[in-house]
């Protein structure tokens, strides 16, 4: 699913903000990294995403290996990922539902078929009633769920998460975590960047704990308890 | 049937929708500011018309030009021993030339009363004793390679005291008018450099509150094509509409002046379909303007990057 050997970035000009990274994740997992500020979370999911390409070392993602991949099939592969933002990215003129179908829309759906689609995943995250709603009459907390929405509406067999819950209340936070962990367990790759260490030891998950730009530890739960 | 062919039908089907929307956002863009669309689309307009009246101009060199192109009279001025009868013979075994359109014999009397009637000539002419004039045959050759060779081949004959030939001036005249057409035709290419230049900043300005939205729609997957499409179907709108309207003018324009401007034409000799419209050209000028708009809009989405360069 996911395959990283010797993975470096650099960013033109700067630092090296990754290093050789080597990991393996497998279809269906659900995954946590973290680490301090700056040690580079964001880059991995954004290097995953494909919104960056390495600087070295091969990195592949969903059978595809980003850096050898033509220009024109780079959207293909962005379109089987779903993405959610720390802060949201909605587009402000837009209702919830409009920001939902963005990914269906790029995809070519058919209307009905978005309609469909938006409002199920609307549902999912509780924010059926808040269809028409625009992204600045909503909460901190209602406007990342519908980023959350936006990012599974098309089913994609990735989801990449950048600190999802860190406008959720702790309430909040589990639910949107359980509902990742229901994703996962329907075939989904979860990947969450974040550094809500509670949340993450309560999640029981595989934690990939970056220290500058190095992965410090791959940490996998032990079987859980019966 | 096969599951790629179904994969390829539904494929063809899901571009077509993007087409569709791509339709439609451009009429969303159009309708969200009609008033600054107004004046952008008024300016086009004009711009189209100016090409239109340059293009009727241009007709009207050519028109100009091409008497020019044909007629290169050579005039044969005869010795002054050839009379009457040996002028009518030497007249039409000219005349039987394949390279000779009309050959015409002007009589000596003929040849002093046009003179006279020229100003200035005369005084001089009546101070002269009798009529000093030849028999002179003016010759229309076929074309401009005839009257060379015409020229040639009489020249220093006994018959023939001299030979004047016209086409030097008109060379010159001939000059003129297709420089003249040249400019023209310049003229008429900046300006379509311009039309597609205006819908370019106009496409460039409506683009710039859309940048965070299609930074978006990169990261969901669009595609470059996808992203640009429907910037290129409100650039074509631009140019269907601004076309229409400059035909329009263009329409009313001939309604106001079409009187004055066939007097005008009459009286200049210039080509009396200028002062009409004219339609293949009115109408072949919506989907050129369709093209122009297209490529300016293109040329407006061409210099933004993918979101990895500014991760
Ligand atoms: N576009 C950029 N250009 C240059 N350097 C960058 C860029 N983006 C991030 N960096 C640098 O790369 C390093 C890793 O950044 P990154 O955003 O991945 O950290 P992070 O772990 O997500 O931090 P945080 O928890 O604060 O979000 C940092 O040192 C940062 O300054
Ligand atoms: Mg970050």
Not at chain 1, 92 to 110: E, H, K, T, Y
Not at chain 1, 133 to 159: D, F, N, W, Y
Not at chain 2, 14 to 26: M, P, Y
Not at chain 2, 90 to 114: C, F, K, N, T
């Amino acid at each position: 699913m996911i395959e990283a050997e010797s993975l470096s970035l650099r960013y033109p000009g700067g630092r090296e903000a990754l290093g050789d990274l080597s990991f393996r994740i497998d279809a269906g997992e659900m995954v946590f990294i973290t680490g301090r500020s700056g040690a580079g979370k964001s880059t991995l999911v954004k290097l995953i995403a494909n919104l960056l390409l390495p600087s070295r070392g091969v990195l592949r993602v969903l059978d595809c290996e980003p850096s050898r991949l033509a220009r024109r099939h780079r959207p293909g592969l962005r379109r089987r990922i779903g993405m959610v933002f720390q802060d949201h990215r909605l587009l402000p003129s837009l209702s919830a539902a409009d920001n939902v179908a963005l990914p269906l829309r790029i995809q070519g759906a058919p209307d009905g078929e978005i309609e469909r689609r938006v409002r199920a995943a609307l549902d999912l995250v509780g924010l059926g009633q808040r269809a028409r709603a625009l992204p600045a009459t909503l909460s901190g907390g209602e406007q990342q769920r519908v980023g959350i929405a936006r990012a599974i509406v098309h089913r994609p067999p990735l989801l990449l998460a950048d600190e999802p819950t860190g406008n959720l209340d702790p309430q909040l936070s589990v639910e949107i975590m359980a509902l990742f962990e229901r994703l996962g367990a329907h075939g989904t790759t979860v990947l969450i960047a974040s550094h809500d260490l509670p949340l993450i030891r309560q999640m029981r998950k595989r934690v990939l704990v970056l220290e500058q730009g190095r992965l410090q530890e791959d940490f996998r739960p032990q079987a859980e308890p019966a | 049937m096969s599951r790629a062919n179904l994969r390829g039908e539904s494929r063809l089907r899901r571009l077509r929708w993007r087409h569709q929307r791509a339709r439609k956002d451009a009429l969303l863009h159009l309708s969200r500011q009609p008033a600054g669309h107004a004046f952008a689309l008024l300016l086009l307009a004009l711009a189209l018309l100016a090409l239109l009246l340059l293009k009727t101009g241009i007709d009207q060199f050519r028109h100009l030009g091409a008497p020019l192109q044909q007629a290169h009279a050579l005039s044969l001025f005869l010795d002054e021993s050839i009379d009457g009868t040996a002028a009518a013979a030497l007249r039409e075994q000219l005349q039987d030339d394949p390279r000779v359109v009309l050959a015409q014999a002007i009589s000596p009397d003929a040849g002093l009363a046009e003179l006279l009637h020229a100003e200035g000539s005369e005084e001089a002419l009546s101070a002269l004793p009798g009529n000093p004039l030849p028999w002179v045959i003016v010759i229309e050759p076929r074309d401009r390679d005839a009257a060379a060779t015409l020229a040639r081949d009489w020249r220093g004959r006994a018959q023939v005291s001299d030979i004047a030939e016209e086409s030097q001036w008109r060379d010159r005249a001939d000059a003129v008018v297709r420089t003249a057409r040249a400019v023209l035709t310049g003229l008429a290419l900046l300006v379509i450099g311009g039309v597609v230049l205006l819908v370019a900043n106009a496409v460039r300005t409506i683009r710039v509150e859309g940048a965070e939205e299609r930074a978006l729609q990169r990261i969901f997957g669009a595609s470059e094509a996808d992203l640009r499409r429907p910037y290129l179907y409100l650039g074509a709108l631009y140019g269907l509409i601004a076309s229409v309207a400059a035909v329009v003018l263009a329409l009313v324009v001939f309604l106001l002046l079409g009187p004055a401007l066939a007097e005008l034409t009459a009286a200049f000799a210039l080509d009396p379909a200028g002062s009409r419209p004219d339609w293949p050209w009115l109408v072949g000028m919506i989907p050129a303007a369709v093209v122009m708009g297209t490529a300016g809009a293109w040329l407006a989405c061409l210099f933004e990057k993918d979101v990895e360069a500014s991760a």
